[in-house]
């Protein structure tokens, strides 16, 4: 076998596993992603919600009972959790916005088997996930979302699976892995 010098060395790819998922080429939508993390964001800080409940609460029965008459109040809390949930929209959609976050967007093509996924540009060029990475899994109305961290996601529309056999080994990986029930 004949020495390879400099560039003319190849850089070898682990080979694809043949049974493994394979999805169709796809990106996600800027929208998707600002809705996903928006969701995220509820779910994660609901807690946070009884806090305006409870001083709304806490002023009608000062108002009830005549101790302190006020009605800025209303408007402070309605304004400040509309200021609040903006702050977080407008974060979100900056991050759609700036280039080194580009990368988020651009399309994949995903191989799924039950050791890791790749996620692959094209036949040469992609990057590796590692089930121990995805800290939880759910399923939505339409896709897949894999969390790897805070706002940090894997969105895998069912369309993009090629076969019902694809989904229900996808269902059957992320059961075995403890993800889904």
Request: glycine fraction near 6%; hydrophobic fraction near 45%; charge should be positive.
């Amino acid at each position: 076998m004949a020495k390879m010098y400099g560039a003319q060395q190849r850089v070898q790819q682990a080979p694809s596993n043949p049974l493994a998922i394979k999805t169709k080429k796809f990106s996600l939508e800027k929208n998707k992603y600002i809705g996903l993390c928006m969701r995220q964001l509820f779910s994660n800080q609901w807690k946070w919600s009884f806090l305006p409940l409870a001083l709304i609460l806490g002023n009608v029965a000062l108002n009830l009972t005549a101790v302190y008459k006020n009605y800025w109040i209303y408007i402070f809390i309605v304004v400040g959790v509309i200021g609040y949930v903006l702050f977080w929209l407008i974060q979100f959609t900056g991050i759609t916005q700036l280039a080194q976050y580009k990368q988020l967007f651009d399309k994949y093509r995903y191989e799924i088997d039950s050791r890791q996924i790749f996620m692959k540009i094209s036949d040469k060029e992609g990057g590796m996930i590692k089930w121990d990475m995805i800290t939880s899994a759910y399923k939505d109305k339409d896709a897949y979302v894999f969390t790897m961290g805070k706002y940090q996601f894997i969105h895998l529309p069912f369309n993009v699976l090629t076969s019902d056999n694809d989904r229900k080994l996808l269902d059957k990986i992320l059961r075995d892995k403890g993800l889904i029930s």
